[in-house]
């Protein structure tokens, strides 16, 4: 068999896949074929550098599998492989058998090879092979061995920095989520507090107007938390399109009639956003906000998004022909006759939040013609920064 046979083609998969241990099974399929071992295992250091773990493997019984899931660094020549850029025979494979009463060790198996899997001037774990006779390998085959070696230290080190990005970006969606809680939540819930005290004095007072104002502030109030409650979540539910900004915006249009009666049109001039990632994820809910209140109050027949340089600013513009900001909603109306106060229009709030943030502004305000329009600009400079714009 051409040992080469099959390699690149893993290679690139391990290169490219963040599910990892599925693949290095598949490699060890191939090295198995190429070294004529029966059996193959994938060890990678624990954090802590004491131990091995075992992350795949081929051809292992499965109680031999079970008790060398962990076992500990310094295991003889596996423990030297692990320490240095090795390629190294096991002398007495019986003392591999210590972790299990299986007699797989000295019986099935005759011999086992220790090859490191290093990534720059680090040795990240090793791989074993297992053989059932008292097998030997030339030079060629040591060379290609150990450069398989290579390609799955630079596979665990790709996988160890995608671990560590999940990581942080798992870390900023919390602290999003905090800040957004303070934002839209926290603020509301501590005048609710406030006005509950009040409520409770007016009613020891029987002064019914009184009780009446507060508590008609205080469901309000609670009104309000419940709907930027589902907005948080809304927001963390809701991934970007990997396509980016300009794609997620068509999404939304293509459906934006069905969902609501009213047409959706996307107009762009600008010539590249160039905006990176965290910038298109708030450029989309701002715009996602303005939709959702148009779809909510304006009685419009159309809506229009416009994206536009305008010199140093990258301008959109949500418009729409409705009732406009002065004239009352069919919403609005009812909420008056109900004896409640209308909204305090907290979700503009938000929307300021977002675009002080990306370092912009947003004016809300008529539209030539009739209607509302929501206008967000951006400095230009600031759409350039980082990278993976569309």
């Not at 797989?104 to 040795?123: D, E, T």
């Not at 909603?329 to 909420?335: C, D, F, H, Q």
């Not at 002080?356 to 230009?380: A, F, H, W």
Request: overall charge negative; some cysteine; glycine content about 10%.
């Amino acid at each position: 068999m051409d040992m080469g046979a099959g390699v690149p083609g893993l290679t690139a998969e391990l290169a490219a896949d963040s599910d990892l241990a599925p693949l290095l099974e598949r490699f060890l399929i191939a090295i198995l074929a190429m070294a004529g071992a029966q059996a193959g295992a994938v060890r990678t250091l624990t954090d802590d550098g004491k131990s091995m773990r075992l992350v795949a493997q081929q051809g292992l019984p499965a109680n031999i599998q079970s008790s060398e899931r962990l076992v500990a660094r310094d295991c003889g020549m596996c423990g030297v492989a692990s320490g240095s850029d090795v390629l190294g025979w096991v002398e007495d494979v019986k003392t591999c058998g210590k972790h299990t009463d299986h007699a797989y060790f000295g019986i099935k198996c005759q011999r086992v090879l220790a090859i490191s899997l290093p990534h720059g001037g680090q040795v990240l774990g090793i791989y074993n092979l297992f053989f059932d006779s008292n097998a030997s390998i030339d030079p060629q085959m040591e060379t290609m061995l150990r450069l398989i070696g290579q390609m799955l230290g630079q596979a665990l080190h790709n996988a160890r920095i995608e671990r560590e990005r999940l990581r942080v970006t798992v870390m900023k969606e919390r602290q999003e989520m905090v800040n957004e809680v303070h934002d839209t939540i926290a603020q509301t819930l501590a005048y609710v507090r406030m006005r509950l005290p009040l409520l409770n004095e007016a009613m020891l007072a029987h002064d019914d107007q009184r009780s009446l104002k507060y508590f008609f502030d205080v469901k309000n109030g609670v009104g309000e938390v419940h709907d930027k409650l589902r907005e948080v979540m809304t927001y963390f539910r809701t991934r970007m399109d990997p396509l980016g900004l300009l794609h997620a915006l068509q999404g939304v249009a293509d459906g934006y009639f069905d969902r609501v009666g009213i047409s959706l049109e996307i107009r762009n001039s600008a010539n590249g956003l160039n905006l990176n990632d965290e910038q298109e994820v708030q450029v989309f809910y701002i715009i996602q906000e303005a939709l959702a209140n148009i779809a909510k109050h304006s009685m419009a027949r159309r809506a229009i998004v416009s994206i536009a340089r305008d010199g140093q600013q990258l301008e959109f513009r949500i418009e729409d022909d409705g009732l406009g900001m002065d004239e009352p909603s069919v919403s609005t109306l009812v909420t008056l006759a109900k004896g409640l106060a209308p909204s305090n229009h907290f979700g503009l709030e938000i929307m300021q939040s977002r675009a002080k943030r990306l370092g912009g502004s947003l004016v809300v305000g008529p539209n030539d013609g009739g209607g509302t329009q929501v206008r967000l600009r951006l400095p230009v400079v600031a759409a350039k920064q980082g990278v993976g714009g569309i």
